[in-house]
């Protein structure tokens, strides 16, 4: 069965510096992976996603993601916070073959900006 | 640019009340899914339909919750005797066709309808 961890449910870095987010699956098939942000009160709106061509992702707004098979990870990067970076981040799984569409999230990790 | 949407977005209702969510997906899609996500917790697979008939459904999907499109154009989701519990933001989604291994096909997120129940 598919799962994903999302490790710290709370990040809080100061503006300027490095995002990491982190997030660790288990598929039984090569899954694709995605990376959702959330703003307070908004819907889910989608970062990046790696669909099994190259293994480093690049999303919108600066954030990159890298698929590593062997940790099992696709840890969310950013160089350089902002103040609007501030949401909830998840991180969702899906089975590349023999299923029926449905992703599964983590738990999300909340960042916050300090000024 | 082509979207998902819904309504309301905002449901109030009374405990023991049906109530039916709407959902218009992007209109040469043929898979479409719900989910919901309780406050402060993560987003979570409620179903998939897809040719009129449920794909997969979670253990959260019981007897009081159904989906339709009734009309070719609209999807919904049904609750037949709401429950505190059910109180939550319901998302639904739609992708053109199934990704399979060699081929990916993104699924496209709604705005969401918060359901309240009193």
């Known amino acids: 069965a598919q799962s994903v961890t999302q490790l710290g449910s709370h990040v809080s870095v100061s503006e300027g510096a490095l995002v990491l987010l982190r997030c660790n699956y288990s598929?039984?098939?090569?899954?694709?992976l995605f990376w959702y942000v959330q703003y307070p009160n908004q819907g889910l709106q989608l970062l990046l996603k790696?669909?099994?061509?190259?293994?480093l992702v690049k999303g919108i707004n600066d954030f990159e993601a890298e698929f590593k098979k062997s940790e099992t990870s696709f840890h969310l990067t950013k160089p350089s916070a902002h103040m609007s970076d501030a949401a909830e981040y998840f991180c969702?799984?899906?089975?590349?073959?023999?299923?029926?569409?449905?992703?599964?999230f983590g738990q999300g990790t909340t960042l916050q900006v300090k000024p | 640019e082509p979207e998902v949407t819904q309504t309301p977005s905002h449901q109030v209702t009374q405990m023991g009340q049906e109530v039916i969510l709407r959902c218009v997906p992007i209109?040469?899609?043929?898979?479409f899914y719900w989910y919901r996500q309780i406050l402060g917790q993560k987003v979570e697979f409620l179903v998939s339909?897809?040719?009129?008939?449920?794909?997969?459904k979670s253990e959260i999907f019981d007897d009081q919750f159904s989906v339709e499109r009734p009309d070719g154009s609209n999807f919904t989701l049904k609750i037949r005797s709401t429950k505190l519990e059910d109180s939550a933001m319901y998302f639904c989604?739609?992708?053109?066709?199934?990704?399979?291994?060699?081929?990916?096909?993104?699924?496209?997120f709604g705005p969401g309808t918060r359901l309240t129940v009193l």
């Open positions: 989604a739609s992708s053109e066709f199934l990704s399979s291994a060699s081929q990916y096909y993104e699924q496209f």
């Open positions: 339909f897809y040719n009129n008939e449920i794909s997969e």
């Open positions: 969702a799984v899906s089975e590349g073959s023999g299923n029926t569409g449905k992703l599964i």
């Open positions: 790696y669909t099994s061509a190259a293994t």
């Open positions: 209109s040469n899609h043929l898979y």
């Open positions: 598929s039984s098939v090569p899954p694709y």
